[in-house]
């Protein structure tokens, strides 16, 4: 059994963890529900993450992330994607074109680490950018490890919109490309979220928090035959790139 002090450590991060499963904002009963602790409890460990500004408590009293939860996530993202980048640089070596590492946060994707090519083509990936996540290579192979169940329900939230005339915009086409995505254990971004770009992704297996890992260009150079070669090798770095956030 844990140690009382322990013990609260460990079902205040749950609660944090329900508020970001949840992506908005929950009441005292939900949390309840979820967490399975007496609402006193909850009240005691609510009000404690609110003084200290990682939870927000709203006028409508229910609860959210705090402000303070930015910092965290950003200074995490930051090291974890120094971690990463002698990897993504080899990526972008191999295949001379440029590569992006970026983690499921809430309804979206956040990219956290990149290595440029050499070519010079500014794209609409950069760096601490989110981007939803049915419109990108990286965000379909996340969806592609969920359940039918739960990509329906953060397109519900999140919503569909277009990004290009050939952006999904429909839920049922999205469960079939993801149906399509998980036979064949890759995502393809063709022109979907910036004209005249395609990419490939692959998720990171066993990362501690959904992972992608990508690369990208103009559809003139990444070709699908340029997929044929370009798979195996995100593939190889990504379990790369696992092994390296496995050590944080």
Known sequence: MAEPGVQSVERALDLLEILAEVGGDAGLSELSEQSGLPLPTIHRLMRTLVARGYARRLPSRRYALGARMIRLGESAGRQLGAGARRHLA??????????????????????????????????????????????????????GELPDAAVRDIAARAGLAPATDRTITDVDALLAAMAEIRERGYAVDDGEQEIGVRCFAVVVPGAPVPTALSVSGPAA???YEFGERAVPVLHEVARDVAAELSQG
């Open 221 to 223: 150079r990444v070709s």
């Open 90 to 143: 080899r990526v972008a070596r191999e295949l001379g074109e440029t590569a992006n590492l970026a983690m499921l946060d809430g309804e979206m994707a956040v990219y956290v680490a990149q290595a440029a090519s050499s070519h010079s083509m500014r794209m609409f990936t950069e760096v601490g950018r989110r981007v939803h996540l049915h419109s990108t290579g990286v965000g379909k192979a996340l969806l």
